[in-house]
């Protein structure tokens, strides 16, 4: 009954997301505010007024990153750099090739990349509220609203002021609903689109084994752990046990931070078909993806609640789509079977006829 459940829902799921995804341009979803001031409210705002409370900001960043960690020199300045259950960072600047950032944290959690002093701390668990379904994708733009009113863009503010708010208007842009990868040499990333398909990339390096990527603590089975101009982290285990992988781009695997990935197994490398590198795009490494509502986290509806919240599954051995084998740890091989995987595009609209 299981695997016959796990068939359907995701058979359900896909004739929904077809069309939610017709004709579907960039349009506000909502606006984030995190106030730099000790108490006050994080705020995400809908178009019709409503108000949510996604926690409260406690700690304060006295300085910026730089350099920053490898893929933020990616995305562009201003903008989030990366979305994930651990962590929000923002590329501030690209100065002399490397990423000036800061960081969003959630009150617990394990996230290297912020850098020391460099980041703004909220009073809610990881994977939930503003690292959750509340996330903002990779992309989004960020400007800083002064106490006298003022917005400017991030890019040109450098570090904000205590008192000042930072505003990330969240839009949903035009994305395939369903992303298809044939996990071998050669294989293709396959993006679903109302209009058709279309060939996102080629693998170059499949995926064979599970890592002890800390982030996956936060997160569940099939679940994303964490998107950013330079990778898609998918976790492979439970909450409260460490264990996934990483697909990133063959620009990225080229860099000494990822030397490693071609000799390991927990690493998919993929390259893009044309002259235009992959770091920094839509829909892979822009966008698209978040890490989606957990424990009793929930949006506006029952649509959003559900549907922004991508999910993984895979072919075994070219067998039937089911969910990813419950992995943690380090395995080298735990997915040496794995022929295809399958992610859901996030969608926050009920089909309209």
């Given at each position: 009954?299981?695997?016959?459940?796990?068939?359907?829902?995701?058979?359900?799921?896909?004739?929904l997301?077809?069309?939610?995804?017709?004709?579907e341009?960039?349009?506000?979803?909502?606006?984030?505010?995190?106030?730099?001031?000790?108490?006050?409210?994080?705020?995400?705002?809908?178009?019709?007024?409503?108000?949510f409370?996604?926690?409260?900001?406690?700690?304060?960043?006295?300085?910026?990153?730089?350099?920053?960690?490898?893929?933020?020199?990616?995305?562009?300045?201003?903008?989030?750099?990366?979305?994930?259950?651990?962590?929000?960072?923002?590329?501030?600047?690209?100065?002399?090739?490397?990423?000036?950032?800061?960081?969003?944290?959630?009150?617990?959690?394990?996230?290297?990349?912020?850098?020391?002093?460099?980041?703004?701390?909220?009073?809610?668990?990881?994977?939930?509220?503003?690292?959750?379904?509340?996330?903002?994708?990779?992309?989004?733009?960020?400007?800083?609203?002064?106490?006298?009113?003022?917005?400017?863009?991030?890019?040109?503010?450098?570090?904000?002021?205590?008192?000042?708010?930072?505003?990330?208007?969240?839009?949903?842009?035009?994305?395939p609903?369903?992303?298809?990868?044939e996990?071998?040499?050669?294989?293709?990333?396959?993006?679903?689109?109302?209009q058709?398909?279309?060939?996102?990339?080629?693998?170059?390096?499949?995926?064979?084994?599970?890592?002890?990527?800390?982030?996956?603590?936060?997160?569940g089975?099939?679940?994303?752990?964490?998107?950013?101009?330079?990778?898609?982290?998918?976790?492979?285990?439970?909450?409260?046990?460490?264990?996934?992988?990483?697909?990133?781009?063959?620009?990225?695997?080229?860099?000494?931070?990822?030397?490693?990935?071609?000799?390991?197994?927990?690493?998919?490398?993929v390259?893009?078909?044309?002259?235009?590198?992959?770091?920094?795009?839509?829909?892979?490494?822009?966008?698209?993806?978040?890490?989606?509502?957990?424990?009793?986290?929930?949006?506006?509806?029952?649509?959003?609640?559900?549907?922004?919240?991508?999910?993984?599954?895979?072919?075994?051995?070219?067998?039937?789509?089911?969910?990813?084998?419950?992995?943690?740890g380090?395995?080298?091989?735990?997915?040496?079977?794995?022929?295809?995987?399958?992610?859901?595009?996030?969608?926050?609209?009920?089909?309209?006829?």
């Amino acid at each position: 009954m299981r695997t016959r459940a796990t068939i359907l829902v995701p058979l359900f799921v896909f004739l929904l997301i077809v069309l939610l995804h017709a004709g579907e341009g960039e349009a506000l979803t909502y606006q984030i505010s995190v106030p730099l001031t000790p108490g006050a409210e994080v705020q995400a705002t809908l178009p019709d007024g409503r108000v949510f409370v996604l926690g409260k900001v406690v700690g304060l960043p006295t300085a910026t990153r730089w350099p920053s960690y490898t893929a933020s020199k990616w995305a562009e300045a201003g903008t989030v750099a990366a979305s994930a259950v651990n962590a929000i960072h923002l590329t501030l600047a690209v100065e002399k090739g490397e990423g000036q950032t800061m960081s969003i944290l959630p009150l617990q959690t394990v996230a290297p990349a912020a850098g020391d002093k460099a980041f703004i701390t909220v009073d809610v668990p990881a994977g939930t509220a503003l690292f959750g379904g509340w996330a903002p994708p990779v992309g989004t733009r960020v400007t800083v609203k002064k106490e006298n009113g003022d917005t400017l863009p991030l890019r040109d503010r450098g570090l904000p002021a205590q008192g000042e708010v930072l505003l990330f208007q969240v839009e949903e842009e035009d994305r395939p609903y369903i992303i298809d990868i044939e996990n071998r040499p050669g294989g293709r990333v396959l993006g679903w689109y109302a209009q058709g398909p279309r060939v996102l990339a080629r693998v170059i390096h499949p995926i064979r084994g599970v890592g002890r990527f800390d982030g996956t603590i936060f997160q569940g089975i099939g679940r994303l752990r964490a998107n950013h101009s330079g990778v898609i982290d998918i976790s492979t285990s439970r909450r409260g046990v460490v264990g996934g992988f990483q697909i990133i781009p063959l620009t990225h695997a080229k860099s000494k931070e990822m030397a490693s990935a071609w000799q390991l197994t927990q690493w998919m490398i993929v390259a893009s078909e044309s002259d235009t590198p992959l770091p920094g795009t839509a829909p892979l490494f822009k966008g698209d993806m978040v890490p989606g509502s957990q424990l009793n986290d929930s949006l506006w509806d029952l649509w959003s609640t559900y549907g922004r919240k991508p999910l993984i599954l895979c072919r075994r051995d070219g067998g039937p789509w089911t969910m990813l084998p419950e992995k943690g740890g380090r395995d080298d091989l735990a997915l040496q079977d794995v022929t295809h995987l399958r992610i859901y595009s996030p969608f926050t609209k009920e089909p309209q006829s």
